[in-house]
């Protein structure tokens, strides 16, 4: 997995690019817990993620309630492959995805 992250003053997007699996996930998850904390508008853009696992899901989830109580998260371009993911889990009740 690669990201490519732009911080603009509260805004964060992140593009994931490849795999989020268990072994990806904590980096991830490590690079939110350091970057949310001012964080009023965040953007997961998945055009180039080509597969998530259960601990991808995860992480996403922990980013929507933490943006749910300082602000708003997105998430754009989901691949058809990912997109089957997040309704197979009920995501797509839980994110908005555009």
């Known amino acids: 997995m690669d990201m490519e992250i732009q911080k603009d003053g509260k805004k964060l997007d992140i593009k ?31 055009s180039e993620l080509i597969y998530i696992s259960s601990a991808g899901l995860r992480v996403i989830l922990s980013a929507q309630k933490t943006m749910n109580k300082q602000g708003s998260m997105k998430v754009t371009n989901v691949q058809d492959i990912v997109m089957e993911v997040f309704k197979s889990t009920g995501f797509v009740d839980i994110l908005t995805i555009e």
Not at 22 to 40: C, G, H, W, Y
């Open 16 to 46: 994931i690019v490849g795999r989020l699996d268990s072994k990806t996930a904590p980096e991830l998850k490590e690079m939110l817990n350091d970057e949310l904390k001012d964080i009023e508008e965040l953007t997961f853009d998945l």
